[in-house]
């Protein structure tokens, strides 16, 4: 808590400067990002006077002694998630392996997991673009990016296939990219300039391929000076998916550059960092026994229904931990 209580009083002081009020929409941000950062740390000092009040108890009320300390672990999480973007919503992208339908499939289920995961959370989510293999939403919710930001990278499904005749066990897999939704006034280092980019548009198409639009709706946009290539598709408009096209692609624009970072201090350090686009996560093996195994924390279950079903906690916690250290 002691970075937050820094944090809050940092803000304190730029409140109170007589210039605070002149741009309504940064002054509002910062309001805002203050009073949760008030609330948060209100919430957890209450829950600690609570624990040790029932301490003091003795062994009188042990469920609820039990309760309280759950409860005061979930608030801790949030402790860990102090990065510049950790508060934002998240643009999550699934990505299949090679492996034809198979592939195709665990990338569909992954949707559906993290689907049910933001569903626990009350987090709000819309597919940004679709097409076979590949799946872009948008997720909007408190810590969105700070919780979902190390389920990138590769996961890996073994089970017996449901598209093989001979039933044969089967191993696919698919990646995640999750990146930060970021407002390009917030990055002054960002600049996209209308001249890098090329535009196309084309019919939107939902699951199969079949065009659910008769009009060129959907935005398709490449970024010429570093060749990313972002699309969307789910708003009604020409324009308002251009608009989200191009947010996306100030994400990705944003990771490009933390990259590039984040390899430079490799250099300076004398070791390469590690990608975690092209690293193996997670491995969800359904046949011929049924595990979830992180293997960076080695946190596992036999719960393969309930992690499917978005039960994620305890390896993204456990992640956060980790890193934390």
């Known amino acids: 808590m ?17 210039e605070f009020w002149q741009d309504p929409e940064a002054s509002g941000k910062l309001s805002k990002e203050l009073a949760d950062l008030k609330a948060e740390v209100e919430e957890f000092e209450q829950l600690q006077k609570e624990f040790a ?28 998630l102090s990065g510049k973007y950790d508060r934002a919503d998240a643009i999550l992208t699934i990505t299949a392996g090679a492996g034809g339908q198979d592939a195709q ?14 569903q626990r959370k009350a987090w709000r989510t819309q597919i940004i673009d679709e097409s076979p293999g590949q799946i872009s939403m948008e997720i909007s919710g408190s810590f969105a990016y700070g919780l979902l930001k190390r389920e990138a990278g590769v996961h890996r499904l073994v089970r017996m296939s449901p598209f093989s005749a001979k039933q044969l066990r089967h191993t696919s897999f698919a990646a995640l990219e999750v990146l930060p939704q970021i407002d390009l006034r917030d990055e002054k280092d960002i600049e996209i300039k209308p001249d890098d980019l090329r535009v196309d548009l084309y019919r939107a198409s939902g ?21 990313t290539v972002v699309s969307s598709q789910s708003q009604r408009s020409q324009q308002k998916n251009k608009e989200k096209a191009l947010q996306v692609l100030a994400s990705k624009l944003y990771q490009l550059q933390e990259q590039k970072r984040q390899e430079e ?8 960092s590690a990608i975690e686009w092209g690293s ?6 359904l046949h011929p026994y049924r595990m979830v195994k992180d293997v960076r924390t080695q946190v596992e279950t036999s719960d393969t229904e309930g992690v499917l079903d978005g039960d994620l906690d305890m390896f993204i916690e456990a992640n956060l931990r980790l890193r934390s250290r």
């Open 280 to 285: 193996q996560i997670r491995s969800y093996v």
């Open 2 to 18: 002691g970075q937050k209580k820094s944090k809050i009083l940092a803000l304190e002081t730029e409140v109170e400067k007589p």
């Open 53 to 80: 009040d029932l301490k003091e108890l003795g062994g009188e009320f042990p469920e609820e002694l039990e309760a309280l300390q759950k409860r005061i672990e979930k608030q801790e999480i949030r402790t860990f």
């Open 105 to 118: 499939d665990w990338a569909a289920m992954l949707y559906r997991m993290y689907e049910r995961y933001c």
């Open 207 to 227: 699951p199969g391929g079949q065009n659910v639009n008769k009009r060129e709706t959907a935005v398709r946009i490449t970024h010429i000076p570093t060749g």
């Open 265 to 272: 201090l490799g250099k300076l350090k004398g070791k390469q």
